[in-house]
């Protein structure tokens, strides 16, 4: 894909000088073609005053059928025709030039959609099988708080459908949402509810519910340095206190 735009783009920056050739070139032939009819107007008008006087002078005759303008103001008609249809095969060739860049942008975009949604797909295999393990919240193994990151993009739960995982993976707020949820799920946070969204995990060893929702704990981003959880931040200060 990467070489797809860098082609694209290399082929796009060529556009606007092959555009303005193209236009200048018709406006040129614009030029051409009103100087070219101004000069046949000039000169069927004076055949016209020419036949007039012809007629009433009783060199010409009066039958209107018989009267011709010059093989020359016919040759500059047809000139103007031909400069005329120039011009039409210019706009055709600038519109379907333009056109065909629509259609590889269009191809473009096509396949960078299928490539982003392989990649959400992956995502949320990824952040499943991340979920943390364990029947109960202190059924969790101290291995996988080792390895634990400040936060996580988790899912509802393993067993829910792909569509219902991307809806719970777009929450950020920590609200709960009205999903069908596996009575086997382990449940956290003082929500109570099962894991979703991005979650953040207490760094007091004995914590006995370990990972919370942003949105229940009052956080927007990833904190940095140890963070606690409400009750264990209240225990660390009663500790001090003592």
Same mark, same amino acid.
């Given at each position: 894909?990467?070489?797809?735009?860098d082609?694209?783009?290399?082929? @796009?920056?060529?556009?606007? *000088?092959?555009?303005?050739?193209?236009?200048?070139?018709?406006?040129? @032939?614009?030029?051409s073609?009103?100087?070219?009819?101004?000069? %046949?107007?000039?000169?069927?008008?004076?055949? =016209?005053?020419?036949?007039?006087?012809?007629?009433r002078?009783? *060199? =010409?005759?009066?039958?209107?059928s018989? =009267?011709?303008?010059s093989?020359?103001a016919?040759d500059?008609?047809?000139?103007?025709?031909?400069?005329?249809?120039e011009k039409?095969?210019?706009?055709i060739?600038?519109?379907? @030039?333009?056109?065909?860049y629509?259609?590889q942008?269009?191809?473009?975009?096509k396949k960078?959609?299928?490539?982003?949604?392989?990649?959400?797909? %992956?995502?949320?295999?990824?952040?499943?099988?991340?979920i943390?393990?364990?029947?109960?919240?202190?059924?969790?193994?101290?291995?996988?708080?080792?390895?634990?990151?400040?936060?996580?993009?988790?899912?509802?739960?393993?067993?829910s459908?792909?569509?219902?995982?991307?809806?719970?993976?777009a %929450?950020?707020?920590?609200?709960?949402?009205?999903?069908?949820?596996?009575?086997?799920?382990?449940?956290?946070?003082?929500?109570?509810?099962?894991?979703?969204?991005?979650?953040?995990?207490?760094?007091?060893?004995?914590?006995? =519910?370990?990972?919370?929702?942003?949105?229940?704990?009052?956080?927007?981003e990833?904190?940095?340095?140890?963070?606690?959880?409400?009750?264990?931040?209240?225990?660390r *200060?009663?500790?001090?206190?003592?």
């Amino acid at each position: 894909m990467s070489f797809f735009i860098d082609e694209f783009q290399a082929d @796009l920056e060529a556009l606007p *000088n092959i555009l303005q050739k193209k236009y200048a070139l018709m406006r040129d @032939l614009d030029k051409s073609l009103q100087e070219i009819v101004r000069q %046949n107007e000039q000169r069927c008008e004076q055949e =016209i005053e020419d036949s007039k006087r012809g007629v009433r002078a009783g *060199n =010409i005759t009066p039958d209107t059928s018989l =009267i011709r303008f010059s093989d020359e103001a016919l040759d500059e008609q047809k000139h103007s025709i031909r400069i005329a249809d120039e011009k039409v095969a210019l706009a055709i060739q600038a519109y379907d @030039l333009v056109d065909s860049y629509i259609q590889q942008l269009d191809q473009y975009l096509k396949k960078s959609g299928e490539e982003l949604r392989r990649e959400r797909e %992956n995502t949320v295999a990824n952040a499943t099988s991340q979920i943390p393990d364990g029947t109960t919240k202190s059924g969790r193994s101290e291995s996988g708080r080792e390895r634990k990151n400040k936060t996580r993009l988790a899912t509802a739960a393993a067993s829910s459908a792909a569509t219902e995982v991307a809806a719970t993976a777009a %929450n950020p707020t920590g609200m709960e949402l009205d999903l069908p949820v596996d009575p086997n799920e382990p449940t956290y946070c003082l929500c109570n509810q099962v894991s979703y969204g991005e979650m953040v995990a207490c760094d007091n060893p004995a914590c006995k =519910i370990e990972w919370f929702h942003f949105g229940c704990v009052g956080l927007k981003e990833q904190p940095k340095g140890k963070w606690y959880c409400p009750d264990c931040a209240a225990l660390r *200060n009663r500790r001090k206190g003592k």
